[in-house]
Each structure stands twice: as C-alpha cells, then as structure tokens.
C-alpha cells in the first residue's frame, strides 16, 4: 500500500511539474509575440504585461530549479564570484531577456555577464535553426578565412613612475556568408576584428569570429540589434562589409577554410551551416 502511495505521490508531481512546465513555455511563446508586436504604445503595453506575466510565473520555487543551471555546462554560466553572487532578481530578469529572443536555460545559449543577458555563439546557433526549422531559411553556408594577426604597443607611465610597454594584438578575419531567406538568395563578404588574447589559438580566433558573423546573419534577417561584442571588452572595433559592389548575388566558394554545418539542411555545393546583453 505504501508503494502505490508513493507512486501516485510521484505521478502527482510529475504531472504538476509538466503542467507548470507547460504554463511557463505558453508565458515564453507569449512574450516573443508581444515583442514583435507594430506600433509604439501597443508594443509597449502587450510587451509589459507580457513581462508581468513571466516574472510573476518564475517566483522563488521555479527560481530555486532555474538556479541549479547557473554555472553549468549545460546550463547558463556567469562572471558572479563567490563572494559577489548575483541576486536571484537579476538573474530572472536576463532569463526573461533570452526568453524574448527564444534562448532556452540550457545548452549554454545565454551567459550573464556585467549583470546582462549575452547571448553566446551556440545561441546565436539556436536562433539561426529556428528560422531554419520554420522554413524562412535555407541553404545557409560561413566560410572563416585565416585571421591575420597584427600588434601594436605603446609606452605609457605607472604611478609609481616606471615606465611599461603595452602590447596589443588583434586578428581580422574575413567572413563569406550567403544564405537563401524568404526566397531572397543573400550574400555578404564581411571583415571582423577580434582581439586576440595571450596564448590564444587561431581556431579560438576563429570562434569568436564565428559567434560575431552569426550574430550579424540573425541581426540582419530579423531587423534587430543585439550585440556582438565581446564577453571580456567593453568595446569592440566596428565590423566593416567589404563585399565589392560589382559582386555576383551568389559567390563561387571555391576554396571553403572553415565551415559550420546545421543538420536538416541541403545548400547546393557546399555544406550548411547554419541581445540583450553580453562568455561565448
């Protein structure tokens, strides 16, 4: 008899976390609306109340769940310390910034850093296959061309009067992103600076390039601007499009250095690939 109590109990909980599970997933669907809803004061009001709605379904309880992601793998992680944790309202109010933009809590698709939402590369990655998944694009191809590496230093003085040397190095990285959206067949030759980090690999160069050309394909699809700067600067040389005005619709990648590949998707001659805030 204490078994089937038991078993019941645990069905009972089950259904109830599937329910609240169900009701927090309409409130996310509910709020990505309200943010593309037209007009000034119409957005405003149906995106605030769509705000209330979510705050108030995440209280302590789901907190308490949500928190248990923080910091993981497969979770969300932060830049918190030990000693300087951030407070379980902040980190609601990024959770309901990536829900705006469709970001889930796992997978490591948004990072709180500085006490805002970034979204991470493999966000930037999710958000492209859900355009991808609805049939608005297809045929999406990134070719990463070797960064070139440049540095610089300059001689400054420390207060205590001795004299330093400053050393800076920053690759730029050309990008070649065609895709097919709406019907619309889509190109871009683009050109991104990345500041590269003692010790840093080129491939990890090539990441942080990665995160930036997918970031500018999501921004320019959806007519929105989320940012593209780095995690660890609070500024970031402006990317340049350096496509020549006389080219073609549809470039001839005849030499692809790197590619990222989306499954689902069939790009013809060649392989498929596919903030608020600010750890990639």
Not at 44 to 58: D, K, S, T
Not at 195 to 212: I, P, T, W, Y
Not at 244 to 258: G, N
Request: one cysteine or more; proline letters at 4%.
């Amino acid at each position: 008899m204490t078994d089937t109590n038991n078993m019941q109990g645990t069905l009972t909980k089950s259904q109830k976390n599937a329910e609240l599970g169900n009701n927090l997933e309409a409130l996310s669907t509910e709020i990505q609306r309200a943010w593309m809803v037209q007009g000034n004061f119409t957005r405003a009001i149906a995106y605030g109340m769509a705000v209330a709605n979510l705050r108030e379904a995440l209280d302590e309880k789901v907190m308490k769940a949500l928190l248990k992601l923080k910091n993981s793998k497969l979770g969300f992680r932060t830049d918190e310390t030990v000693n300087q944790p951030y407070p379980m309202q902040l980190v609601r109010d990024c959770i309901i910034d990536a829900a705006t933009l469709g970001l889930q809590c796992v997978g490591n698709q948004f990072n709180i850093i500085g006490g805002n939402m970034y979204v991470t590369k493999e966000g930037f990655t999710f958000l492209l296959r859900q355009l991808s998944a609805q049939g608005a694009l297809r045929d999406m191809k990134f070719i990463y061309h070797p960064a070139e590496i440049s540095e610089s230093s300059t001689m400054g003085t420390a207060r205590n009067g001795e004299q330093y040397q400053k050393v800076e190095r920053e690759g730029r990285v050309m990008v070649e992103v065609s895709c097919v959206y709406q019907g619309k067949a889509i190109s871009e030759q683009l050109e991104f600076v990345i500041r590269v980090n003692k010790g840093m690999s080129q491939d990890a160069v090539l990441g942080k390039a990665e995160r930036k050309a997918k970031a500018w394909l999501y921004n320019y699809l959806t007519d929105q601007a989320i940012s593209d700067g780095e995690a660890e600067v609070a500024e970031e040389p402006a990317m340049r499009n350096v496509t020549p005005r006389e080219a073609v619709v549809k470039p001839a990648f005849l030499e692809p250095v790197q590619q990222d590949h989306i499954p689902g998707l069939e790009p013809v001659g060649g392989e498929a690939v596919p903030a608020f805030g600010q750890l990639v």
